[in-house]
């Protein structure tokens, strides 16, 4: 009974630290700095690729689209309302149930805490500067689906997840200065 406690609490440790080093990766993004730009683009395909793979999406194809489709097709749509956020949204909420099963609901609670904290007003800032002359519900699109994408990764470490982290592979998206936005008919775009 003994070696089970001690091997858990060595795999809590293990999640806190993933998780702690996911957070400092993640508030170092230079974020959105590549829309509308090739740069960074081979690297984002391949972590959407791993990431429609690892999460049995099928046949996605993988879209660009510039700023200017994105502002006439999202300035005035509530983000919720895409098949990316709902598919976020159904992997969030089952990665919660498995983590409080698990015991590990405390530690989600705190990862989701620790996205406002890194992600957030760094996203804000380069949004706004990017958007702001478009519409406040552009901005707030693009800062909540990036935070959203940022607390999946976030959660799915700290709930001990098992295999490999697949919205980290999102959040490498994020990472190369892209944004992912929209999952419909068989496409991934992506800004």
């Avoid at 080093?21 to 683009?41: A, D």
């Avoid at 999406?57 to 097709?73: D, H, M, P, Y």
């Avoid at 998206?173 to 992912?180: C, F, K, N, S, Y």
Wanted: proline fraction near 1%.
């Amino acid at each position: 009974m003994a070696e089970l406690k001690e091997k858990e609490q060595q795999s809590g440790s293990e999640r806190e630290a993933r998780t702690k080093t996911l957070i400092q990766k993640v508030s170092k993004f230079n974020w959105f700095e590549n829309v509308g730009e090739e740069k960074g683009r081979l690297e984002a395909e391949q972590a959407l690729n791993a990431f429609i793979t690892q999460n049995e999406l099928g046949n996605e194809k993988i879209e660009w689209i510039s700023k200017g489709e994105f502002v006439a097709t999202y300035a005035d749509v509530a983000i919720r309302k895409t098949g990316l956020y709902e598919f976020i949204g159904n992997s969030y909420q089952t990665i919660v149930n498995e983590a409080q099963e698990k015991g590990n609901g405390t530690d989600v609670e705190k990862a989701v805490d620790a996205v406002t904290d890194s992600v957030f007003h760094a996203a804000f800032d380069k949004a706004f500067e990017l958007f702001s002359d478009s519409s406040e519900e552009l901005v707030k699109n693009v800062v909540e689906l990036t935070v959203y994408i940022a607390l999946m990764a976030y959660a799915q470490e700290a709930a001990g997840h098992s295999g490999e982290n697949s919205f980290a592979r999102l959040a490498a998206v994020l990472e190369q200065g892209h944004l992912p936005v929209n999952i419909a008919d068989g496409i991934i775009y992506v800004l």
